[in-house]
């Protein structure tokens, strides 16, 4: 009964998603931390809407992006408080006690009705606490040791203010939680994520107004009926330690959702961290600074409707449907490592054109049953380490994209099925690349050796998977040299995921020698020097992200994990694990 409750059935998003796919079908039947901030800047961030060294081909695109604020605030950033002049708050399911003004007690319930600041502590078993200050009205609420559960609502709901900042003290642990079975949840007629006048407050933790976190405690949230948090408004986290548990979404912020900073662990039925709002394209972004994650989603783990930026942080998704979906995915800075079933990264929209997926610094490790990579538009590359494990299936490739493929920096390694293998050199490329066909398949635990004339390891590879293509492309690779590729070779360096572009080696099978006659090259098994197609051997490029229980290409996924741009959740607790599910 509760999977029709929260279940959200949007028959235009459906028929979108179903004239999408015809499109594509036809298309295809055509073709194959810290920051030293600077002045005007808050954190080394930007406080107005620049971009940060974005240079987006299409000038649509730009001029979007350009629009978007992906900025904090010094408020937002700001998780002192006064506690001589602050309200406090003590809760008691039958007697909570309220020193100051602004709050009133009715039952279980606690109402902020003012603006200022309220520092609250103790427990309701089964109550809620409901900010409704006024449209200008700026509350901040610090948990101080707070546990609240609501069987009838959201734990914590705000119903009206401008802003309303939550500050984890120092120190402290709180806990909200809503259940499977809230009575407020009786029909799926407004339960949907893209309606903007939705009354049903399907999270354990609910705004309807901007939303921000910040402080140095802990916040655990269990949403039991549906999301953890959501804010109908922004969501900005510049702090704190979060340990969010859903059935859908554990983060969503319609308009947005920024994070500066903060320590997550997130399990989601459905996405871990989203923005999904359609109708602006200024807005539905989501912007990653700096944070440690780690996410296990049966969804997407970051999923935004536009632009899908990092440029910081420490992200560990051990497992997801895709990684990182959005129609603009801007990869500055960050240590990364993906592990999906479909898509690690997608590039793709149901709303947008001109797509684009760009790479410009930071760490990127992918293992992807799916597209390593995929950009239903183009891929640049700039900077930045990026090692893809893509399928060992046919019919996706460790990279996939509809339109050029430009590297002009960086390293790259990509490796997985021929059949779709594509490379990259296309447009304006100024770094040299290959791809690499072997003479057979080279299995999993198979250590690789790319070297120069004098022996010196360009780059090694301890593949974890099967792979018959492999691409590669670095500063080190210089046109008119001749290079040799071995297998089974003994490396001395080596990092954690098995790769690494210096060292030296022992031993091995020479595979092939070739020399590099220009930028892009094919590289036979004879060691034979083509030169690169645009789009590779064989590549057919990839189709926005599926619909529930589909991989964009119509194939079946798994149960239990939803597919594409939409990922599904059947209403159970994330992998039937209800009994890890309540943290306190």
Partial sequence: MMAQVIRRLDVSAILSSVVSLALTLMLLQGCASSVTGQPGEIGGLPTDNSTVGVDPTNGDSLQIIQGIDFSYSERDQDASYDPASATSIILEQSDSRISGAGARVDGATITIDAEGAYILSGMLTDGAIVVDAGAEAKVQLVLDGVSVTNSNGPALLVEQADKTFVTLADGSSNTFSDTVDRSDLVSTENNDRDNEDATIHDAALFSHDDLTFNGGGTLNVNGLSAHAIVSKDDLIITGGSYMLRAVADTLQGKD?????????????????IASTKTEDVTAGFVVIDGGDFTITAQGDAI????????????VDIRECNEGLEGAWIQFQGG???????????????????????????????????????????????????????????????????????????????????AGMAQGVGGGDS???????????????????????????????FKTPKDLSSLVFSSAELEVGDSYDIYSGATISENDEDAFSSDGTMSGGTLLTSFTLSQKAVLVSADGSVSEMPQGGMAGMGGGPGGRPGFDGRGQILPEGFGG?????????????????????
């Fill in 256 to 272: 947005c959702v920024k994070i500066l900073v903060g320590s997550f662990d997130l399990n989601a039925g459905d996405d871990a």
């Fill in 303 to 314: 999923h935004a409707e536009t632009v899908l930026r990092a440029t910081g942080g420490t």
């Fill in 335 to 417: 240590e990364f490592h993906v592990v999906s079933i479909d898509d690690g990264l997608n590039a793709a929209s149901d709303y947008q054109t001109d797509l684009s997926l760009e790479i410009s610094g930071g760490y990127l490790y992918v293992d992807a049953e799916g597209d390593g990579v995929d950009s239903n538009g183009t891929f640049a590359q700039s900077g930045g380490t990026v090692i893809i494990c893509g399928p060992t299936r046919e019919g996706n490739g460790a990279l996939d994209y509809t339109g050029t493929a430009t590297i002009n920096g960086g390293t790259l390694l990509a490796v997985g099925t």
């Fill in 430 to 460: 100024t770094q040299a690349s290959i791809l690499y066909s072997p003479a057979s398949t080279i299995r999993a635990g198979t250590a690789l050796v790319l070297a120069d004339e004098q022996g010196a390891v360009v780059f090694s």
């Fill in 564 to 584: 594409g741009s939409r990922g599904a959740f059947d209403g159970s607790v994330p992998g039937n694990r209800e009994e890890t599910m309540i943290y306190t």
